[in-house]
């Protein structure tokens, strides 16, 4: 059998959705898994046993017609018997179609119920500690009365080699690793998903004078001014603890990097979800138009998370997604203050 799962969004829906290929392959072992991602989101997936075969989805099919028909036309060729899209947009609704599968299963929508075999229907509330995340995407590809039988985690898949690596780099940089190593995802992916700068200096400097470490920051050279401005927030002695100067080139690099951490601490997204795919404990700060219980995943004493509807539940009279345009204002409210003393008992 072979089987076309299709997840065209960011890494850590990505990185997530790896469950779906584990699931099938350990239920179908004979079956050739292929995996339709994003380009820049390869590196998450890379040596992933469960996975035969990424196709890559790349800018030029997004923003070119032409390429786009021409892709669709190679799909068509690969003759699958069924398709899985995760994605649910316009995009995998038409790989889906072009596929020619016999079976074709998503979350069902009114619009594109015709174009799909087998509905899967989201739920709002979780049965287990797995998250919504992990659930609905079981859902998937297992039966309702199969969810909790079913513990399966996002993994990432390092080589010796980069393991080694990134050990070697860091000890060159003079990485002390006999005191602990903190990755702080210092940025959220948008502006309405960044905790205000001076807020994560605060949090910053409540992890140098809770245990003597060093810090590391998670972010990429084009965003180098931004994550400036929060060490600029921080005290001395946070200043002195940090080199800003040591991180991933790339993100198979900061994978690496990532494995040598004590825990990781920051704002809810790939960061927090490649950590917790590489058993790395999370202190995770979550948006507060971001619904906490469909991503606080496998939430437990190595993983923790706060939200401001924790703190300040007065503060919604609705759903948290409808509070996107205010997430700045909000954010105002979020002092760390109020998570603290939470923070300080994970560290400890």
Not at 238 to 253: C, M, P, Y
Request: aromatic share 12%; glycine share 4%.
């Amino acid at each position: 059998m072979k089987i076309l799962v299709i997840q065209q969004k960011m890494i850590g829906d990505v990185l997530t959705s790896t469950i779906i290929c584990e699931r099938l392959k350990k239920k179908y072992p004979e079956s050739e898994i292929h995996y339709l991602i994003n380009s820049n989101t390869i590196p998450v997936v890379q040596n992933n046993p469960y996975i035969d075969y990424i196709v890559e989805f790349t800018n030029a099919y997004h923003n070119n017609k032409l390429e786009f028909y021409s892709f669709l036309k190679s799909i068509k060729n690969q003759n699958y018997d069924w398709v899985i899209d995760v994605y649910g947009k316009i995009e995998s609704n038409l790989i889906t179609l072009f596929s020619g599968a016999k079976k074709k299963t998503s979350y069902k929508k009114w619009y594109t119920s015709f174009l799909y075999t087998d509905l899967i229907i989201r739920q709002n509330k979780k049965q287990t500690n797995s998250g919504l995340a992990i659930e609905n995407r079981l859902r998937l590809v297992v039966n309702e009365d199969q969810i909790e039988k079913n513990d399966i985690r996002p993994q990432v898949f390092l080589t010796k080699e980069e393991i080694d690596k990134a050990k070697n780099y860091l000890k060159k940089a003079g990485v002390d690793f006999s005191i602990p190593i903190v990755m702080i995802s210092v940025l959220g992916s948008g502006t309405n998903k960044t905790l205000p700068f001076e807020y994560m200096a605060k949090t910053i400097d409540t992890v140098v004078t809770t245990v003597k470490c060093t810090i590391l920051y998670n972010y990429i050279p084009p965003q180098s001014d931004d994550a400036k401005k929060v060490l600029n927030f921080c005290t001395d002695t946070t200043k002195a603890h940090t080199r800003f100067d040591v991180f991933g080139k790339s993100l198979r690099e900061f994978l690496a990097i990532l494995y040598h951490c004590k825990f990781l601490i920051g704002n809810e997204g790939g960061a927090v979800n490649m950590a917790k795919a590489l058993q790395i404990p999370t202190f995770t700060i979550f948006s507060p138009w971001i619904e906490k219980e469909g991503w606080n995943l496998f939430e437990s004493e190595q993983n923790v998370s706060v939200h401001l509807k924790d703190f300040l539940p007065q503060l919604y009279t609705k759903p948290e997604k409808e509070y996107k345009k205010q997430a700045l204002e909000m954010y105002e409210e979020f002092t760390p203050n109020l998570y603290i003393n939470k923070l300080s008992d994970f560290i400890k």
